[in-house]
């Protein structure tokens, strides 16, 4: 039988690189080895191994995830009895070197999702009016989405009514390496918001110009990596911000959210034919608070009324020309509200419930379609590289 000093010894420098390589930044959600963190790799006779670790900033708010999952992984190597891990920071020349290997040799303030051939699918979630529902719609779309295994993010693009990253959840806040920002994410879902800057619960009075370059910020200054599905949750109305998505991400599709009354339907109805201007389709209208299930007797009870969605996904049909269908009613639900204000979406908590499942229903729709387009879009592709 070997004795400890044999085992301890059949741990090696590359087997302990090799489980290195198993442990992701849980900010970026690639592996450190990859990004150039592993500063060195010490062994000693008795089996414990030392690894020093950079870290992109001094602050950094995932410091103790990365000290965890690096004890872990290189924990299950046989023969190591102690893991002992140092943190350093980069220079600010590493921080360059980790931005220029983030970006892929892209210039600066160019905007992924807007260059030619992108895979990821950006929804632009608008709504005629406020108060629909609109953000919460958003957030357990894309909850639903990432649930799926799909990669997803949040843009919370109303910054004078930002409120996505309460409703997800999300406690961290960004970081930032040289010019690129790193957002935090919660329920699988990135999320940046103008709320992450902002002391405490200060509004935010800027005009058009400032709200095209936070937008434009977010766009390209973020890290989001390979996302499948990035969704702007947008102000309500047809102002600068709706403009500016038109300008920034020309291939963004427009997801109508709207409530069963008239009032707030004729309201959308001049939301969606904006796409008629800025020559963006249409996916769909999304009816929320289309009726509350009777407690006692499971009626469903027209709270607003009934046919504002169909209402606004005819008049759009007419304007368009192409097919705007209803991709869903979503009822009325105290849980979707409790969601709301504890971070924990309805369709993660009570994915079963009437409100839980019609919003996955919508995401299953959104789901279909992108594979169907993605199969499309790559059929026609000859050369595509992987």
Known sequence: MANETEVATAVTEESVRKALSTVQDPEINRPITDLGMVKSVELDAQGTVKVAVF?????????????????????RIPGVTAVEVELDVMSEEQRKELSQLLRGGAPEREIPFAKPGTLTRVYAV??????????????????????????????????????????LGVEGRPTQVQDMIMPPAAHGVKVISIGMFTPGNAPVVWRGPMLHRALQQFLADVY?????????????????????VAQLVPNAEILIVTTPQQAAAEVAERAGTIALQTHQKIVGVIENMSGMPCPHCDEMV????????????????????????????????????????????????????PAGAALRAVADKLSGRQRGLSGLSLGLTPKNKF
């Open 126 to 167: 608008a709504s005629g009016k406020g108060g629909v529902g609109k953000s919460s719609v958003t957030v357990n779309l894309a909850a639903a989405l990432a649930a799926q295994g799909q990669k997803v993010a949040v843009v919370d693009a109303d910054i004078y009514g930002h409120s996505v990253p309460r409703m």
């Open 302 to 353: 027209d709270v607003f009324g009934t046919g504002g969605g169909k209402t606004v996904a005819d008049a759009l049909t007419r304007a368009t020309g192409a097919e705007v269908p209803v991709l869903g009613s979503i009822p009325i639900d105290v849980r979707l509200r409790e969601g709301g204000d504890d971070g924990n979406p309805v369709v993660l908590a009570a994915p079963d419930s």
């Open 55 to 75: 870290l992109t900033v001094s602050g950094c708010p995932m410091r103790d995830t990365i000290t965890d999952r690096v004890k872990t992984a290189v924990g």
């Open 224 to 244: 989001w990596g390979d996302l499948d599905v990035l969704l702007l949750d947008l102000p309500p109305g047809t102002g600068d911000i709706a403009i500016s």
